[in-house]
């Protein structure tokens, strides 16, 4: 069965850095493309990032455009996201989701997901 699995977040300080990784399995990890997304206390899941198949190209929301990094080891079945100046407004839950036709970064684009790992940046 499909599973991935979230970890690196933790409580960093504003500025810091963070890079998350998503180890998948029970799929054909290269034939997906991968999404990163947080959610907020009392707010919708909102996309991060994503990254397709096999090709290395990457999409950015506004808000992390510039900071975040999104990359993906297939041999690994890994994708990962660096984050970097990290700001209060980043704490949320972020969870990595496969799509197999998703080009728009869309929750509902996205048929499994992770359990998510907390990101707190205090101030």
């Known amino acids: 069965q499909v599973q991935l699995v979230e970890s690196g977040g933790g409580l960093v300080h504003t500025g810091d850095s963070l890079r998350l990784s998503c180890s998948a399995s029970?799929?054909?990890?290269?034939?997906?493309?991968v999404g990163w997304f947080r959610q907020a206390p009392g707010k919708e899941r909102e996309f991060v990032a994503r990254i397709a198949r096999s090709i290395n190209i990457a999409y950015y929301a506004d808000s992390v455009k510039g900071r975040f990094t999104i990359s993906r080891d297939n041999g690994k079945n890994t994708v990962y996201l660096e984050m970097n100046g990290l700001k209060p407004e980043d704490t949320a839950v972020y969870y990595c989701a496969v799509t197999r036709y998703g080009i728009f970064g869309r929750v509902d684009e996205y048929e499994n997901w992770g359990q998510g790992t907390q990101v707190t940046v205090s101030s």
């Open positions: 029970g799929f054909t990890f290269s034939s997906r493309g």
